[in-house]
C-alpha cells in the first residue's frame, strides 16, 4: 500500500514537471521569436479605413487586406470574420487573421452601424381653419421613423391658438428618435370669423381626369386635363378656401359645426378614367400634391374599392352597386335602372353597396335622376345625405337628399370655376 501511494506521487510529480517544461519551453519560443523580429516581418495592412461608418439598412462592403511575411504576399492564408447587422444600430468588429509559421497575427477593423435620418411627420392638412369661438379639432397627422417605425404616439404638439380671437396661429409637431434625430413641423390655423345665416357652399361636380402629358385621351365632355384640375385646386389653396370632408359637409348640413365662409366640397361620380391605380392614378396624386379633400361616389360593383383606397385626400361613398345604366327601360333615358326596378330591388342594390363602402354618410343618384320610390329607398336604407345636380350653391335649407352640385366639363375655364365657388 505504501509503494502504491509513492507511485501516484512520483506521477504527479512527473506530470507536473512536464507541464512546467511545456510553459518554459513556449515562453522561451515566444521570446526566440521577438528577439529575432518574427512577428515583425508578419504584417497584415487593412484595405481602406479601419473605422467605418455606416447608416442603417445600408450594405456593408468588404474591402479586404493583405497579409504579408517579409516580402512574400501570404493573403490567401488570411481568414476574416465578422458579425455585421447593417439593419440594427450599433458597433461591430471584423475580424482579419492570418497563421504562418507557426505566427498568428489578427487585426480588427470597427464597423459603426448609426441612424443619422430624422424621423418624418406627415400633416393631413398643411393649413386648417377654426370658426372664431369653436375648439381647434387636430386634423390628423402620422409620424414614421425609418428605424424606430411607427412613431406617432411619440409626436409632442404645441399651439398658441385662441380660439376667441380671429388671426392666423400654429401648431407645431416635434418628434425625437431613439437616435436623437429631432423633427418639427407646423401646421397653420387659420380662426375666421363665423359666415353668416345664409351661408352656401359650392358643391363641385367631377367625372373624369386625363393627363395629355402622358399620352392620354379623353373625348367626353365631363373629362377634366388635370392641369386643368391642378390650376382649379391652386387657385382655391391661394385663396384659402378650406377643402371639406363629406363627413364635415353632413355636420354642416345638420347645424351640428360651423364652417369657414369659404368653404368648398369637391365630388366626383362613377371610378372610371383617372381616377383609381387601376385606370390612369391621375386624381389621387393632385389631391396629395394639393392636400384637398374629395369625395368618390364608387358603382361599388363595377370597380373593386381598393383601387381607390391609401390616401387621407380621398374618402368613398355610394353610387349605387349596380343602377348605373341608361335606357333601360321604356320611356326613361336618364338614370333608368334605378327608376325602373322595383322598390326592393332598388334598396337591395342599395344595401349591397352599403357594405362595400362601409359609410351610410351620403349617395349620389345616377345621372341626377331620381324618383319618389329611388328617395324612400335612399332614406330607408340609412344614407343621410344625397346629391344631385342642379348648377347652385348647397345651403343647410336644402333638402339633404337632393343636394345640389356644378357639373364641371373640360369647357369651362378658370373665370368659370371662380364664379362657382366665389
Keep these: 500500500m505504501p509503494t502504491r501511494m509513492k507511485k501516484k506521487k512520483l506521477n504527479k510529480i512527473v506530470f507536473l514537471g512536464s507541464f512546467i517544461t511545456i510553459i518554459v519551453l513556449i515562453a522561451f519560443l515566444v521570446f526566440y521569436k521577438e528577439k529575432h523580429g518574427l512577428y515583425s516581418q508578419l504584417k497584415i495592412n487593412l484595405n481602406g479605413k479601419s473605422v467605418i461608418t455606416l447608416d442603417v439598412g445600408s450594405k456593408y462592403k468588404e474591402d479586404g487586406a493583405t497579409a504579408t511575411y517579409g516580402k512574400k504576399n501570404i493573403s490567401n492564408a488570411l481568414k476574416i470574420s465578422d458579425n455585421v447587422k447593417t439593419n440594427k444600430i450599433g458597433n461591430y468588429k471584423v475580424d482579419y487573421t492570418v497563421k504562418y509559421k507557426m ?47 411607427d412613431l406617432t404616439q411619440k409626436v409632442v404638439t404645441k399651439n398658441n391658438i385662441d380660439k376667441n380671437k380671429i388671426g392666423q396661429y400654429e401648431v407645431s409637431y416635434t418628434l425625437e428618435d431613439s437616435s436623437k434625430n429631432k423633427t418639427t413641423v407646423k401646421r ?24 395629355s402629358s402622358k399620352g392620354q385621351v379623353c373625348n367626353e365632355s365631363i373629362c377634366e386635363e388635370i392641369s386643368q384640375f391642378k390650376s382649379q385646386l391652386q387657385w382655391l389653396k391661394d385663396n384659402n378656401y378650406k377643402t371639406l370632408t363629406m363627413q364635415e359637409f353632413k355636420d354642416w348640413m345638420y347645424g351640428e359645426i360651423e364652417l369657414p365662409e369659404k368653404s368648398v366640397l369637391i365630388t366626383i361620380d362613377d ?29 361599388t360593383g363595377w370597380w373593386d374599392i381598393s383601387n381607390y383606397q391609401g390616401s387621407n385626400y380621398l374618402e368613398i361613398q355610394s353610387h349605387t ?100 365657388v366665389s
Excluded: W
Design 103 to 149: 505566427l498568428k497575427k489578427t487585426v480588427t477593423r470597427t464597423i459603426k452601424v448609426v441612424d443619422n435620418i430624422a424621423p418624418e411627420i406627415k400633416l393631413v392638412d398643411d393649413i386648417s381653419y377654426v370658426v372664431v369661438g369653436n375648439d381647434y379639432k387636430e386634423p390628423g397627422f402620422t409620424a414614421i421613423d425609418n428605424y424606430d417605425g
Design 188 to 211: 397653420k390655423v387659420n380662426v375666421v370669423a363665423k359666415a353668416s345665416n345664409e351661408q352656401k357652399i359650392a358643391v363641385l361636380n367631377y367625372h373624369f381626369f386625363y393627363d
Design 271 to 299: 371610378g372610371a378614367m383617372g381616377t383609381g391605380k387601376h385606370n390612369g392614378y391621375t386624381l389621387i396624386p393632385a389631391l396629395e400634391e394639393y392636400k384637398a379633400h374629395a369625395v368618390l361616389f364608387l358603382i
Design 321 to 420: 352597386h349596380d343602377m348605373h345604366n341608361e335606357g333601360f327601360c321604356t320611356g326613361v333615358t336618364r338614370g333608368a335602372k334605378m327608376l325602373c326596378q322595383d322598390y326592393e330591388t332598388v334598396k337591395a342594390d342599395l344595401s349591397n353597396s352599403i357594405a362595400v363602402t362601409g359609410s351610410k354618410t351620403a349617395f349620389c343618384f345616377p345621372f341626377y335622376a331620381y324618383d319618389e320610390k329611388a328617395l324612400q329607398a335612399v332614406k330607408d336604407v340609412g344614407f343621410e345625405l344625397a346629391f344631385v345636380g342642379g348648377n347652385r350653391k348647397a345651403k343647410r335649407t336644402d333638402n339633404k337628399f337632393l343636394i345640389p352640385r356644378y357639373p364641371i366639363t373640360r369647357d369651362h375655364t378658370l373665370e368659370d370655376f371662380i364664379r362657382m
